[in-house]
């Protein structure tokens, strides 16, 4: 598990902040690269926790073979306990490897993956498996859902 704190309930541990200057100014650079998968975990985790409270504890997801929301997802599903099943497209680029390191990081976290030929296809089955699973939940692509929405609006996340 990630560390949290008591004032933190979202998984979201304090900001890692670089400052730097150059040509007289400061810049600050946020490092979420440092947490294990992105700056998208911080907004995942109260997510997947606002729609377990819905009812959903299985979540589905049609991945492009480079997206690191996977990785977000599956990372976001294993420190909460829920399942994650990814439809991933294969790594064209790699004739020898059709995992993308992004998909086996995703695996790692605990991820069902199944490798598609293509988006479209990872869609059309990730929408066939919800069929019949009142408890399973397809993410749309890019997390672009009504209730990512109204989280955003009513979600703050402190920066310690």
């Known amino acids: 598990m990630i560390p949290t704190s008591t004032s933190d309930p979202h998984f979201s541990p304090p900001a890692v902040i670089h400052q730097i200057k150059t040509e007289g100014r400061r810049l600050y650079i946020v490092r979420d690269d440092l947490l294990p998968a992105g700056t998208k975990q911080r907004a995942c985790i109260p997510f997947l926790r606002d729609m377990n409270k819905k009812g959903f504890g299985k979540f589905i997801y049609a991945s492009p073979f480079s997206g690191f929301a996977q990785v977000a997802l599956a990372f976001s599903c294993q420190q909460l306990g829920y399942e994650c099943h990814l439809f991933c497209e294969i790594n ?33 089955l990730a929408e066939q498996s919800i069929q019949n699973s009142p408890d399973t939940m397809k993410i749309p692509l890019g997390f672009d859902c009504e209730s990512s929405h109204a989280l955003e609006e009513t979600t703050e996340i402190k920066v310690a």
């Open 92 to 124: 064209k680029a790699d004739s020898e490897n059709k995992m993308h390191p992004f998909s086996q990081l995703a695996q790692f976290y605990g991820a069902q993956i199944t490798l598609v030929d293509s988006l479209q296809i990872g869609e059309k």
